[in-house]
């Protein structure tokens, strides 16, 4: 007969269950933990009270992740709020942070809520944090000036600062406060004081990457880094005049994108010896000059040139020791119409042409381009071949692709050949 399992006692002692999470080294678990959004490390915490001391004093905090529901519902998003009031400023004390980062949904028009975050920052700010993260769509107080908190940047154990806010006045810290920062990136920021620019220059000497993305309230930006490597530039249209002016000894990188009122004067200065990768795309300037670039490896240039730029023949000059260029169409016709094709580019082994559509107009200006780099070994060709209207009837839809197809073949045909006979034997 089939023996039946003995059933066990209501008292019978049972296999007690190993947590071999916990007894892992505290600084493992602290790592995995800073994976973890605020409202998981919560329940976690709920768990033992071995949790419930790593959850406190875990060093990477994570706000983030929240639900809509509790985001969109007033009463549900100031309990939210009032919870993280309690766990960062009651709860976990002063015990070491490391990161803090804050996403949000900002609710609008909301002062108590704008002063809460900033009571978090100064928090984290005597927790000698190391990393401060913060990301808002919309922190901004209707009618109402609303200060970035200056004790961040005198934060001495500071290593890397993210701000996304907008509607905030961001004002220079004292230039006897030295600064740890390595990192700093801005966005949406409205800068007040142009001196905050002299801050990071004589202030900041370990800072390596500075990024600007669409940060008001600017005419002058200068910067003079002998540590930074890493400088970025954007601004999508800018209605004010516009000065910039970078130099570094160790300049690697330079990205710049923007777009300007053409009423307006504008210059850019660069000194960058050891520059090795540039990016420019937007438009011209009044006044350029990008200096030597001797090590520069890699250029892409998308400018988009006025009618009366034509000074075009002092930016070829500056990177004619480019190994990698990249340009668009609006670039080779502006070096074309300004007598800028004699530049000698004799490094380039690469070039990548981003021509948009075949025109015939294109023909000789590549051709004379291309003549000026000897040691060329790989070309890339970028094209849209169909920039029709939408409106156009099939019939004159199938006769443009004809021709264009033509055109194209066309192209080729000649380009080759002008190749072939400019060569030298």
């Known amino acids: ?30 790592h995995i933990l800073s994976f973890v959004a605020i409202t998981d490390l919560t329940r976690f915490g709920c768990a033992s ?10 060093p990477s ?13 007033g009463d549900k998003r100031l309990e939210l709020l009032s919870s993280l009031d309690r766990f960062l400023l009651v709860h976990r004390g002063v015990n070491k942070l490391k990161r803090l980062c ?19 920052i100064h928090s984290a700010v005597r927790c000698n944090v190391e990393v401060i993260e913060l990301e808002f769509d919309d922190i901004g107080v209707p009618n109402e000036t609303l200060r970035f908190p200056l004790s961040v940047f005198h934060c001495g154990s500071l290593r890397s600062l993210l701000v996304k806010m907008s509607c905030q006045i961001l004002k220079a810290p004292s230039l006897t406060s030295f600064s740890n920062l390595e990192y700093l990136k801005l966005t949406y920021v409205i800068i ?17 990457t500075l990024i600007l993305e669409h940060a008001y309230g600017i005419q002058t930006v200068t910067i003079q880094s002998s540590s930074l490597k890493s400088f970025r530039f954007v601004k999508d249209y800018l209605v004010r005049p516009c000065y910039l002016n970078i130099s570094g000894g160790k300049l690697e990188d330079i990205f710049i994108e923007w777009g ?10 660069i000194s960058a010896p050891d520059l090795k990768y540039l990016k420019w795309s937007g438009n011209l300037l009044t006044q350029q000059n990008l200096g030597k670039m001797t090590c520069l490896q890699k250029a892409e240039l998308f400018l988009k040139p006025e009618a009366d730029d034509f000074n075009m023949f002092e930016i070829l000059c500056s990177i004619n020791r480019v190994e990698v260029l990249i340009l ?11 007598g800028s094709m004699s530049a000698p580019l004799e490094n380039v082994h690469y070039l990548s042409i981003h021509v948009g559509s075949f025109l015939d107009i294109l023909v000789l200006p590549m051709a004379l381009l291309l003549q000026g780099m000897p040691n060329l070994t790989t ?29 194209s073949v066309l192209f080729f045909f000649f380009f080759f050949v002008f190749l072939i006979i400019s060569r030298p034997v």
């Open 1 to 30: 007969m089939e023996q039946r399992p003995k059933l066990r006692g209501v008292g019978a002692p049972t296999k007690r269950r190993i947590d071999r999470f916990t007894s892992l080294p505290d600084h493992l678990v602290h």
């Open 49 to 58: 009270k071995k949790c419930r001391e790593l959850y406190l004093s875990t």
């Open 61 to 73: 905090l994570n706000f983030n992740g929240f639900s809509r529901a509790n985001l969109d519902n």
């Open 102 to 120: 804050i996403c949000l949904n900002a609710y609008r028009g909301s002062k108590n809520e704008a002063f809460r975050i900033i009571t978090w």
């Open 192 to 208: 007040g004081d142009e001196g905050f620019f002299k801050w990071i220059s004589c202030c900041c000497k370990c800072i390596e």
């Open 260 to 269: 300007f009122n053409s009423n307006f004067s504008r210059s850019l200065n």
């Open 328 to 338: 668009n169409k609006e670039t080779i016709m502006a070096m074309y119409k300004g």
């Open 379 to 407: 070309l890339d060709m970028k094209s849209d071949p169909f920039f029709l209207d939408p409106k156009t009837d099939v019939s004159e839809s199938l006769t443009l692709s004809s021709l264009n197809t033509y055109f």
